[in-house]
């Protein structure tokens, strides 16, 4: 009741403030953050009442909160709101990285490849022969002969097939889960999001070629060799000097681990390195070379994530556009249920080949349906280099990644739960 | 999610009491709550953060040069915010006699006070043709208002009844002077003022109350989070309304205060890891804002004097009132708080580069003026 009343009074305080304002001062990220942490973490609670994930409230606030509807978060508040992203995504991945422990992981390693490998390539193969004969009826426009069509294709259904790792991670650790299914299906997206960074490069570069667009890239092998590889050495780097700061000082954790988050936050773009990458190699060493340490570690940073969490999610939810959802909603919903239908038996195949039947990798198909940040970073990539058909395609996938952060994390809450793995971390 | 064990375990009974007050058995919380945020003297002064900022500083090293200190001008915010709520908590309820006595006291202080120093630098300003921008009159007034407010020595905690009223007179006069000051930022601004002060207010009670209403109950992990988020909203409130976060937050601090429960406690326990951080931060950005240009100096040398004079004259004005010696209320009301220079920050903030001569000229005399206390204080206690 009382924390009803306090929504109910955070929610009239933002009205007054508004109907007072417009901003005179040039800083807006204080009053939506302070609003977003609370008004968020509130409304989280609520729905993990009805069994729903907490990050649902937190994308809920703010969908409901953002410019499209109540617009409590203003847009330029909402694009102030993503100045924690950095932060956040390294902080999210540094706890993914903190859970994977490769002993554990290791009598599971035949599941994730052939998981991970099966859903990701036979998605994509599909996906791409569907686009390329539905091209002329989706709303992205002509792009010419059958071989620049598939190689348009192939982009899309790059995009259309990613995982969220961000997501898929976030869920993990507010869920507080751990047990096969979560190490699996982090494991699998871990995967395949180093799959989908080799294969996006090698179909946009196709798509150079096909397109003339234009040069393509001579030094393409070592731009990916630097951002795989490069990512994974710069991370582990920072892994081992945090383990032995943990083993030698062990004091101001909170403190250190921040520090660790700021560095990648921001040295990762700088050296145009893979953000979440960097974060996971960095948890991974630590959790793998310091074990006891990588654990204290972890339930110290569970009190600290709290408001990073909040405040991103509830940012990812003011920065949904619904907008675009009502102009390619039918195209985008038809393709939803495909990537939703590949992935579910695709899935079931895999376990059927590879006999896992009677394993919880039977639910990692659940882990898989999220989709965030990095695929919309992707589909803008695309948008700025194929003028013609790529703004289209980055609307659809906008609208896509909507519908999928919105059903994803129930989906993979509903698993984890079915699996009883929630709550065990 | 259940209520901080910690705070369970205090007991109903001492849940009444401050938090402190509850473990260490004493009434010794407030006095070193404000010892600890800086608003009164301390063993590391205000003047070596405003020094350092000067170093680091355009006008020294220039590693904080404009770009930096845009970038940490949000931090600077929460740090008013943070200010704003320790100056209500700080009138929280203190063991003092003859309370109405008191408030009509720091009242008249602020109302001597703020003429003699105003009036005395406007006219020397217009006599003088100091070249300086914006309305010379606004910024006298708020060099006058900034320069006024005075913290408490190490005499709050006191055993005397006559020198713990003196202190609390320091501290009641902080809130007439923020509410000037911030009431003078706001008309040089923009306009509809007013308005914008009231909706400051009452969000920052409205806020207040969203506190009050979630911080008793949270567990320890949450309570985090609350407290985070509302001092961002008491921050983001005076930011967006272009009006103040000392005040919001003074008064999100007021209800705290005034509401059952410990809401008042909770937060200044909560946000003891961040006040001494931030405010170091505050000063050095106040230090390296400073423009030290001639007229500057000349101001901050007329504004160290007339200061001494208002406030002298202010001491034997109230003391017949206050029935407190006219000495004691001298030595007290002298040292500068930290508060003048958050102010003045918080007007440079919103005022811009017209107003920077505004800004300098109460960090440089606020420094000043706390090195030259302790002489005056130790002058004092030596006659007594």
Known sequence: ?425 | MGPDPELSELGPDQLDRPVETAVAGEWRWLPHRRLALGLRSTPIPAFLFVVVGAVLGPAGLDLLGPSALAQVQALVWVALAVIGVFVGLGLANRPVDGLGRTYLSGALIALVTIPLLGGGLYLLLVQAAAPVAGHVAAGAILIAICASVSAALHTADSDRADVRRAAYLADLDDVPLLVAGVAVVAALAAEGVALRLAVTMACGAATGLTGWLLFERADPAERGLFVAGTVLCLAGIGAYLGTSPLLSGCVAALLWVAMPGPADRITARDLQWMQHPLVALLLVIAGATVDWSAVVLWLTACTVILRIAAKLLASLAVARVSALPPGLLATVLLQPGVLGIALALNAGQLLGQDYLWVVSTVTVSVALSEILAPFLVQTYEGAA
């Open chain 1, 1 to 425: 009741m009382r924390r009803a009343a306090a929504l109910l009074v955070m929610l009239g305080t933002m009205l007054g403030v508004q109907t007072v304002g417009p901003p005179i001062a040039a800083s807006t990220v204080m009053l939506p953050l302070g609003f977003a942490l609370i008004a968020a973490y509130l409304l989280g609670t609520a729905s993990e009442r009805v069994r729903l994930p907490r990050l649902s409230g937190y994308l809920l606030f703010g969908l409901l909160c953002g410019p499209f509807l109540l617009n409590l978060i203003t847009a330029p508040m909402a694009r102030d709101l993503q100045v924690v992203n950095g932060f956040a995504l390294a902080l999210i991945a540094l706890v993914a990285g903190l859970e994977l422990n490769v002993q554990r992981l290791r009598p599971h390693l035949h599941a994730v490849g052939v998981l991970g490998g099966t859903i990701m390539l036979g998605a994509l193969v599909i996906l791409s022969g569907v686009l390329w004969l539905a091209w002329p009826w989706l709303p992205f426009g002509e792009v010419g002969g059958a071989l620049p069509r598939f190689a348009a294709a192939l982009v899309t259904a790059a995009l259309i097939v990613s995982f969220s790792p961000t997501v898929t991670l976030a869920v993990i650790a507010e869920s507080r889960a751990r047990g096969t299914l979560t190490e699996l299906v982090m494991a699998v997206v871990i995967l395949a999001d180093l799959l989908l960074i080799l294969v996006f490069a090698l179909a946009m570069q196709f798509a150079r070629w096909t397109l003339a667009s234009g040069p393509a890239e001579v030094g393409l092998g070592v731009q990916l060799s630097w951002e795989l590889l490069g990512s994974l050495a710069f991370g582990g780097l920072l892994g081992v000097a945090f383990a032995v700061y943990l083993r030698v000082v062990g004091r101001e954790v909170t403190l250190a681990l921040l520090s660790v988050c700021a560095v990648l936050a921001v040295v990762a773009p700088l050296l145009h390195l893979e953000l979440i990458l960097a974060a996971l190699a960095a948890g991974l060493v630590v959790e793998n070379i310091a074990p006891p340490e990588g654990d204290a570690l972890l339930h110290g940073i569970e009190r600290g994530a709290l408001p990073v969490l909040v405040a991103f999610f509830a940012a990812a939810g003011a920065s949904l556009q619904l907008d675009v959802l009502a102009v390619v909603g039918t195209s985008a919903l038809a393709l939803a249920v495909l990537r939703f239908g590949l992935i579910r038996g695709l899935s079931e195949a895999a376990v059927r080949w590879a006999k896992l039947s009677d394993t919880p990798a039977r639910l990692v198909w659940m882990g898989l349906i999220s989709q965030a940040g990095v695929t919309l970073g992707l589909a803008t990539i695309v948008a700025a280099e194929f003028p013609a058909w790529g703004p289209q395609v980055r609307t659809l996938i906008v609208a896509l990644t909507g519908l999928h952060v919105l059903t994803g994390p129930i989906l993979l809450k509903s698993g984890l739960q079915r699996a009883g793995e929630v709550n065990q971390a």
